[in-house]
T-cell receptor, first 116, second 119 residues
């Protein structure tokens, strides 16, 4: 079974500082990895995804993530934090289902706080 | 283009009652997945519907059931509610028409969720 571990349930950074949110995965097949963001009282919005090809993936709002197979990691970064980045972030791995379709297995999430 | 919509937004029930949650997928999507997100946790896969049939189920009891209609919309039903069923229920839609790509590629688009409180 596939699984995702997010290290650090809460991360606090200063505005303008580097954001680094950690994600490690476990998968018996080549993984397809996603980062989602959830603002208070809202659903999940896709930030970026890795399927195949380039290991450095760029997403929305200046976020990017690098797939490192040797480290089984897919950490999310942003060079300069903005107050509007404060939210909960989820890393997920996708697993294909018999007959088509897929399900997502999520980590427990990291709450990002941005301080002035 | 309307995204994924869910109703109701909030719901309060008491133990032992039954509840029905509704989801309309994004235009052009034919597959609906349901997830349960308990407080402080990541979403957990409940099941997925395609062509009006349950394709796969996660680790949830039979009290959780669903339905998909010909217009691709879906319902999630929970019987004999327990306090532990209190959570945010998320619906996600996607399309299996992936033009030859593996289905694992499929991006799932999430609705805003239904907050269920069981007292």
């Amino acid at each position: 079974a596939q699984s995702v571990t997010q290290l650090g349930s809460h991360v606090s950074v200063s505005e303008g500082a580097l954001v680094l949110l950690r994600c490690n995965y476990s998968s018996s097949v080549p993984p397809y990895l996603f980062w989602y963001v959830q603002y208070p009282n809202q659903g999940l919005q896709l930030l970026l995804k890795y399927t195949t090809g380039a290991t450095l993936v760029k997403g929305i709002n200046g976020f990017e993530a690098e797939f490192k197979k040797s480290e089984t990691s897919f950490h999310l970064t942003k060079p300069s934090a903005h107050m509007s980045d404060a939210a909960e972030y989820f890393c997920a791995v996708s697993e294909g289902l018999t007959g088509g379709g897929n399900k997502l297995t999520f980590g427990t999430g990291t709450q990002l706080k941005v301080e002035l | 283009d309307a995204g994924v919509t869910q109703s109701p937004t909030h719901l309060i029930k008491t133990r032992g009652q039954q509840v029905t949650l509704r989801c309309s997928p994004k235009s052009g999507h034919d597959t609906v997945s349901w997830y349960q997100q308990a407080l402080g946790q990541g979403p957990q896969f409940i099941f997925q519907y395609y062509e009006e049939e349950e394709r796969q189920r996660g680790n949830f009891p039979d009290r959780f059931s669903g339905h998909q209609f010909p217009n691709y919309s879906s319902e999630l039903n929970v019987n004999a509610l327990l306090l532990g069923d209190s959570a945010l229920y998320l619906c996600a839609s996607s399309s299996v028409r992936t033009s030859g790509r593996p289905s694992s590629y499929n991006e799932q688009f999430f609705g805003p969720g239904t907050r269920l409180t069981v007292l």
